[in-house]
């Protein structure tokens, strides 16, 4: 919901920083590495309940997270580049619950909860972007992506802030992992009726049906 309105406040140091980068050899894909192994280390701190630690190191993840698409505009895209992105990001949104449950032992049914609504959300994500492929979609309201990108209440800025919180106050972890879960599943709920509209609309329109799943 927020990430197209920040755009026009954090592209713009975001795309000068990058070009920098870009200037003295750094490659996207360094960066969002990078990004990965600070994620770790993050979710390494929240385990060992370094909170504060791990939110100065969680946002730096997140800013080579922003930086490695800075870079890739200057020297060129790839599939690959592309690939790691959506790979590591992935695994970044489970590292940090799964950092508060390691941490205390209560954590860990909200944990698993919020894992859940992330992992039904990034399924319904990349089966639309799979789908608006297939059909020749194309958007840009969350800037130049390698996948379609489709918005919701639940998006990556949601996520980084709620992730703060987490670390910011570590014993409502469980009211705010179930609170983010919920909006989650509205997210994940509302992507699938939209998905419903668009691609049953041009299944009708070229008079076929649904391929049935395996």
Known sequence: MLDARLRRFVDPPVNALGQSLARLGVTANQITLAGLLLGVAAATAIALEAYWTGLAILLVS?????????????????DLGGYLDIVFDFIFYGLIPLGFAVARPENALPAAV???????????????????????????????????????LAEAGETYAVFAAFCLFPD?????????????AITTGSRILLAVQVFG??????????????
């Open 62 to 78: 997140r800013l080579m997270d922003g930086l490695d698409g800075a870079v890739a505009r200057v020297k060129g895209k790839t």
């Open 201 to 214: 609309q041009k299944n009708t329109a070229k008079g076929g049906e649904r391929d049935g799943a395996d």
């Open 172 to 184: 409502a972890f469980a009211w705010i992992a179930y609170g983010f879960a919920a909006v989650t």
């Open 114 to 152: 919020l894992l859940t609504a992330f992992y039904a959300n990034g399924a319904s994500f990349l089966a639309y972007a799979i789908m608006a492929e297939k059909h020749k979609l194309s958007t840009v309201s969350h800037g130049s992506k390698s996948l379609y990108f489709t918005g919701g």
